[in-house]
């Protein structure tokens, strides 16, 4: 069966930083954008971060531009967004999603979804 899985999340201090990655089972990310949404309790899914099927192309949401990085390794089949400067308005979970379009990758407009995984920055 296919499926997204994330993992790295936990807990960190202010000003912390943690690495998601994404890997995929059953199939392979190579052809597909890979994006982060996240969901702090009590609101809806915020876009985070999109990258494009070729690993060229990147989209933040500003409120993370220049704190995290996200990047692609298709050897490893893997896909990873390094959090730096973390703030508490960062925790939420964080899901790894993907598209087989870019154009709506960076809308982050997904088809296929991960489960979810926990960040929370907190002192």
């Known amino acids: 069966q296919s499926h997204l899985v994330e993992s790295g999340g936990g807990l960190v201090q202010p000003g912390g930083s943690l690495r998601l990655s994404c890997a995929a089972s059953?199939?392979?990310?190579?052809?597909?954008?890979i994006g982060w949404v996240r969901q702090a309790p009590g609101k809806g899914r915020e876009g985070v971060s999109c990258?494009?099927?070729?690993?060229?192309?990147?989209t933040y949401a500003d409120s993370v531009k220049g704190r995290f990085t996200i990047s692609r390794d298709s050897a490893d089949n893997t896909v990873t967004l390094q959090m730096n400067n973390m703030k508490p308005e960062d925790t939420a979970v964080y899901y790894c999603?993907?598209?087989?379009?870019?154009?709506?990758?960076?809308?982050?407009?997904?088809?296929?979804w991960g489960q979810g995984t926990q960040v929370t920055v907190s002192s």
């Open positions: 999603a993907a598209v087989y379009d870019d154009f709506r990758c960076a809308s982050y407009e997904f088809d296929y």
């Open positions: 059953g199939f392979s990310l190579r052809y597909y954008a």
């Open positions: 990258i494009s099927t070729a690993g060229d192309s990147t």
